[in-house]
């Protein structure tokens, strides 16, 4: 009852607390697979990926899988739209974690995938057009049964998306070297 009352509360006010820019980074860039879906080995190769977005572009990406929805949590989905259920399950696991910037959450039954992006991470660093592709990438592999392959892929894609995104623009003036003078007149 206790469990069930914090995340009712939570999902109440986390999308602003999630999302709100004074919120410090908080690092959380890491595989918590309690549904044991991932091999170890995968775990081990994606956290130098997960290091990387983190310290590149000082954002999280959490990745926390279940074998099913908790038991104090089931109630709340009987009274939930199931879309609506699992974002506010996200929203609260993510204020709960103070994740800044994606959060995956995967059930093994019933098998479900819910990615939720912050809202100062979809401004730019990662859309929710990338949402949806990361979302596709993931369910399309995970359908296959290539569990290990789909997390890979995923992360990889949330590195390289970001990275494209936060791209500085190219100059489009060339600079004068600084040993010429900028206007030589005769």
Not at 104 to 109: A, D, G, S, V
């Amino acid at each position: 009852m206790k469990r069930v009352l914090k995340h009712a509360l939570a999902w109440t006010v986390s999308l602003v607390i999630l999302n709100s820019p004074s919120i410090s980074h908080a690092g959380i860039h890491q595989v918590w697979d309690q549904g044991h879906v991932f091999k170890a080995e995968t775990l081990i190769e994606v956290e130098p990926i997960l290091q990387e977005i983190d310290a590149r572009f000082y954002k999280d990406l959490m990745i926390e899988t279940f074998a099913s929805i908790p038991d104090d949590l089931k109630p709340m989905l009987a009274r939930q739209d199931k879309g609506q259920f699992y974002e506010g399950w996200c929203i609260a696991e993510g204020n709960e974690l103070k994740v800044n910037g994606i959060l995956i959450l995967i059930t093994r039954e019933p098998r479900h995938l819910q990615v939720f992006v912050g809202l100062d991470t979809r401004k730019r660093a990662f859309t929710l057009a990338d949402r949806d592709e990361l979302v596709n990438k993931l369910t399309n592999a995970f359908r296959a049964g290539n569990f290990d392959a789909g997390l890979i892929e995923g992360v990889k894609f949330v590195r390289d998306r970001m990275a494209k995104n936060m791209a500085e623009p190219a100059t489009t003036q060339a600079s004068q070297p600084t040993t010429q003078p900028a206007n030589v007149s005769k």
